[in-house]
């Protein structure tokens, strides 16, 4: 499949209102919630709830899972994994998506990421190995929840001298690893990020979530935070804006609206998400790449991706999601669809981004696609609520996933529940004769992409946004463009023979039926910059 040149926006679209006052969501998921009308809220305990989607005429997906987040109890201690895994189990649901890297540290023991410094973590517990080791006992599957750019938190940082923030964070100098806004700036909230297009950032971020895979026997990962911030005015680090310059020619600080500019960090996101892939699949093809993705505010008709374009999802936070799903980036999308039926549109809204997603899943003329589930805030909703876009969802053929285990209930999250009585109020509606999860199938299905090919080009002072072609008999069958670092890959290809061509150099070698093949480095001695943006 022969991917075609990014569409330039005009401008960034203008960002909407801000979210409903003391409604945003938990950190552990990157989501807020979309703005309320103005006004009253109305009664959440009568919601008026859409009406549900004609059924697929297939399931896209059968998972049916819970996010398990790492910001309060339920993976610190022995005690509190077991009855995680326990109530889980009684939800009926089929995969745990279980936090294990929170901010550039680890809910983990083996890792090259340090433990995260919690006083209320159980000494020497590995909160990671104990989950999957008793989920997998009870049929679950695990997918670990990497919150890939997050770099740290000043109301409760890692302490340890070995953490990111610490070696690279705003007092590193030219060795910071931190997005910025064009003042220099770097909090978000009280959150700092890591750059994708800071190369030695990104391998840092890739080696943390592989190594999940190599040491831990999980049944994927999940990237989170797999963007910029909101706003569309981060990515103007020095290194940045040098590289920038270096790779497409252009002069002077791009404004945060250049088309152009959006285009090339747009690319370095998705760079970061096909390498991760690539390497995660090199340590073991069977393992799932899951994202955890974008549906702010109103969605794009099914299969309308020129109007994707002008979301926010694709504006502001440079997330190109479908892309990731066609070409085989990621196995599996769960949307962050936190919508609230009973305000103003959003019930609509939940159930466009929903078949949205469905209709882009796979490119046009390929048989299969990148499975889609939805995810619930059912932090942000009265069970009943939760349980009708459950049902719609899994009406709709998707898979479902709520967030969280820890907030269950609106009633939970505003401190009017305790975490036992919400589980047992949703469990009682989505177990129900009819529910979503009153016959939960298991999850086997194995995950689309399980092979791959990646190279590296050398030798240039400007690595990076180089277009590399696959070919075969001749006949150009893919494209891409190097990351930063001038590590390139392709995820889409039949096994067989390919030729790699870029910059001059050209190395064939067949890709496998099953795994990863690296290709030798290529030696390029060009300085001439290299086209911006997807090829």
């Known amino acids: 499949m022969t991917t075609s040149p990014l569409p330039r926006l005009a401008a960034l679209l203008a960002l909407c209102c801000a979210p409903l006052a003391g409604a945003t969501a938990p950190p552990a998921v990157e989501s807020v919630p979309d703005p309320a009308p103005a006004g009253p809220l109305p009664d ?18 059968a998972v049916r899972g819970l996010w398990v987040d790492a910001f309060g109890p339920g993976l610190k201690t022995s005690a509190q994994v077991r009855r995680t895994v326990e109530e889980a189990a009684r939800l009926g649901v089929n995969t745990l998506f279980v936090q294990a890297i929170r901010r550039g540290d680890c809910l983990c023991r083996r890792s090259a990421l340090p433990v995260v410094t919690d006083p209320d973590l159980e000494p020497g517990f590995d909160p990671l190995g104990e989950i999957t080791r008793l989920a997998h006992g009870r049929g679950m599957r695990v997918i670990a929840w990497a919150s890939v ?19 690279h964070g705003p007092g590193a100098g030219a060795e910071s690893w931190l997005a910025r806004r064009p003042d220099g700036s770097w909090r978000e909230g009280v959150d700092g990020w ?24 999980v049944d994927g990962v999940q990237l989170d935070r797999i963007r910029y911030p909101d706003g569309g005015v981060w990515g103007y680090d020095p290194k940045v804006l040098a590289r920038y310059r270096a790779e497409t020619g252009a002069r002077g600080t791009p404004a945060p ?5 959006l285009a090339w960090k747009r690319e ?70 936190y919508k609230r039926d009973a305000v103003g549109p959003q019930a609509a809204w939940f159930d466009g981004w929903n078949a949205f ?14 499975e889609v589930a939805g995810g619930t805030a059912l932090y942000l909703n009265p069970p009943q609520v939760t349980a009708a876009q459950a049902a719609r969802t899994v009406a ?67 690595p990076g946004g180089r277009v590399v072609e696959a070919l075969r008999g001749g006949q150009v069958v893919a494209r891409t463009v190097t990351d930063g670092g001038g590590n390139y890959g392709f995820l889409n290809l039949a096994p067989g023979p390919v030729e790699v061509r870029v910059s001059g150099q050209r190395w064939a070698e067949p890709v496998p039926e099953v795994g990863v093949i690296r290709y030798p480095d290529l030696l390029v001695r060009d300085v001439i910059p290299a086209a911006s943006g997807r090829p």
Do not use: C
Request: proline share 11%; glycine share 8%; hydrophobic share 40%.
């Open 268 to 337: 370095q996101v998705t760079a970061l998400v096909r390498r991760i892939s690539l390497e995660v699949k090199a340590a073991r093809p069977s393992a799932w790449v899951s994202a955890a993705t974008i549906t702010y505010q109103a969605p794009p008709a099914p299969g309308d991706l020129a109007a994707f374009r002008k979301t926010r999802t694709y504006a502001d936070v440079l997330q190109d999601w479908p892309t990731w799903m066609q070409e085989g980036l990621i196995d599996l999308n769960v949307l962050m669809n």
């Open 44 to 61: 959440l305990s009568r919601p008026e709830v859409a009406a549900p989607l004609t059924p697929a005429p297939a399931s896209i997906s």
């Open 396 to 462: 709709a053929g998707l898979g479902w996933v709520g967030y969280s285990y820890r907030t269950p209930t609106l009633d939970v999250y505003g401190t009017r529940q305790s975490t036992p009585e919400g589980l047992a109020a949703v469990r009682d509606l989505l177990t129900a004769p009819g529910g979503a999860l009153a016959t939960t199938p298991p999850w086997t299905a194995q995950p689309r992409t399980v092979r791959g090919l990646l190279g590296r080009v050398v030798g240039s002072p400007v």
């Open 257 to 261: 609206t250049d088309p152009r500019w």
């Open 149 to 167: 750019t997050g770099a740290s938190n000043t109301q409760a940082p890692n302490t340890n001298a070995a953490h990111v923030f610490r070696r």
């Open 194 to 217: 890591l750059d994708p297009a800071i190369p030695a950032a990104a391998d840092f971020m890739v080696a943390g979530i592989v190594g999940l895979v190599r040491n831990y026997p």
């Open 357 to 370: 997603a469905a209709s882009v899943r796979a490119a046009p003329g390929d048989p299969r696609g990148a």
